[in-house]
């Protein structure tokens, strides 16, 4: 169990190629104990970005301040504060702040082992609505 | 790919027996191709709750605006904007609102059947820091 701000979770400087202005907090991880997947915040800077790259996993996101535009091969789509999104393994995709102030988002992503067999989830299919 | 504001989701009451005034939003789950886990939010009315219960998946919690408590067999904590929370698996559990205004939090599940082979992520172990 874990329960704390995210705030008091450091703040690390995302030093990979095409990144600019990214920082990120590893809020809760295997590090913890979670079995499954990762939650992360990033903080970018006006004018950074994330790397624009594909990997093999999928992205779930939820913009908790600023405005960004997500950039992919298809076009770029603006995004800001309260919106999701939700990215594909193996699509292009890169995150930039295009407002004024630092743009903030959740992006959790799958473990590298999840440990499925314990957390089988028979509601997860919206059959039921718990938590 | 999705990319739509939170608040355009459906808010679905939430009618498991030891629930009060708690309603859900199912951000990103299966239904839009997610293989892993599933992104929902939870808007718990004042003196609403959910259901003080245990099951053997764990939760990931953000919470995003009012004051809640965490019910535990360990005593109650309390728990606000921006606060995280981790829940292991088989650990009782309930997310009260202790405040004025309605308590808003996401709450990321594993799916029933994660397809893992698809989304093996080796920069989860925080060896490297990308998005």
Same mark, same amino acid.
Request: no cysteine; hydrophobic share 45%; glycine share 14%.
């Given at each position: 169990m874990k329960l704390t701000n995210a705030y008091d979770v450091e703040l690390e400087a /995302?030093?990979? @190629? !095409? %990144?600019?202005g990214a920082k990120i907090r590893w809020l809760i991880s295997q590090k913890d104990g979670a079995p499954t997947f990762a939650m992360r915040m990033f903080e970018v800077d006006p004018d950074g970005q994330t790397p624009y790259h594909e990997h093999t996993w999928e992205h779930e996101i939820y913009c908790l301040s600023g405005s960004g535009m997500l950039l992919t091969e298809r076009g770029d789509l603006p995004f800001a504060t309260d919106d999701i999104i939700y990215v594909d393994p193996n699509m292009k995709h890169a995150f930039k702040n295009v407002g004024t102030d630092t743009l903030k988002f959740l992006c959790i992503i799958p473990n590298e082992?999840? /440990?499925t067999k314990k957390t089988l989830n028979p509601? %997860? !299919? @919206?059959t039921a609505n718990n938590c």
């Open positions: /995302v030093n990979m @190629e !095409g %990144a600019k082992q999840p /440990v509601f %997860a !299919g @919206e």
